[in-house]
């Protein structure tokens, strides 16, 4: 048997904040007695992702406070995906940004949602080649050290609790899974 999907009833805006808003709707849940329930989320924009490979070889990783866990976190160059933007533009300004690189070759290799029990947004994941330097242009809460790293090390970070954050470990597999013969075939990479 297939799953139904749930009705909303209602739907409103209970808090706003710069990428996201919190909604609370009224579903009714399928079945025979329809049992309507609240339901809170966080309604938010689209995401980027770029798995930046600097010959072929090294990925930048970007380590950053992050204030919700009182903790820096070791992670890929991200972000929201701005109103009238693509996420491929997306991308290529975040690393732009982030890392302060251009790249020739950008590719989409997938997509994820990252936490679907709480949240409606899609995060879209690049691989980006042909770097070119260019300089950062950081926004203020982006107070970032940059790393690179061999990408075939990067697993090794997160087996040892190095790399935490749940978008960048989705985004290093994707790549892995879907573009990994390509990568690992570049010199340099085992």
Aim: charged share 25%.
């Amino acid at each position: 048997m297939a799953l139904k999907p749930w009705r909303t009833l209602s739907s409103a805006v209970v808090a706003r904040a710069k990428v996201f808003v919190v909604r609370r709707d009224k579903v009714a849940l399928p079945g025979d007695a329809a049992e309507v329930v609240d339901y809170t989320y966080l309604d938010e924009q689209q995401g980027a992702m770029v798995v930046a490979l600097q010959d072929d070889t090294r990925a930048f990783l970007v380590e950053q406070y992050r204030y919700p866990i009182r903790a820096t976190s070791l992670e890929l160059p991200a972000g929201c995906v701005a109103e009238g933007e693509s996420p491929e533009q997306a991308a290529r300004r975040e690393l732009e940004e982030e890392v302060g690189y251009e790249a020739s070759d950008l590719r989409l290799v997938g997509t994820f949602h990252p936490y679907v029990s709480v949240s409606n947004t899609k995060t879209f994941v690049f691989l980006a080649r042909g770097l070119r330097r260019r300089g950062t242009a950081r926004e203020a809460t982006e107070q970032m050290q940059l790393r690179t790293v061999p990408f075939a090390e990067i697993e090794a970070l997160i087996q040892a609790g190095s790399v935490r954050d749940a978008s960048t470990i989705a985004a290093y597999y994707l790549v892995k899974g879907r573009a990994g013969s390509s990568v690992e075939s570049s010199p340099g990479f085992s």
